[in-house]
């Protein structure tokens, strides 16, 4: 039985937390304000609401393992 793409490539996989949307734009601007010595909170706070609205913060707080590439 041959596997499916989203089942070999799990960022094609919709249910996948590795899944990428094809709007998901890396050049997309999600917080304005750049951190700085005075803003920690605020931009941390914010870069926080960002990664958790596309699903992604799981990445950077160390909850899931990186995807290792198995090819």
């Keep these: 039985m041959e596997l499916s793409r989203s089942e070999i490539d799990p960022s094609q996989n919709l249910s996948s937390l590795y899944y990428l ?7 997309l601007v999600f917080v304005l304000s750049p951190l700085n010595e005075n803003n920690y909170h605020i931009w941390s706070r914010n870069m926080k609401r960002a990664f958790l ?6 990445f950077i707080d160390g909850s ?8």
Excluded: A, D, F, R
């Excluded at 899931?64 to 090819?71: D, E, G, Y």
């Design 21 to 27: 949307h094809y709007g998901e734009n890396t050049g």
């Design 64 to 71: 899931i393992l990186k995807l290792m590439n198995h090819t």
């Design 53 to 58: 609205s596309k699903s992604k913060l799981k």
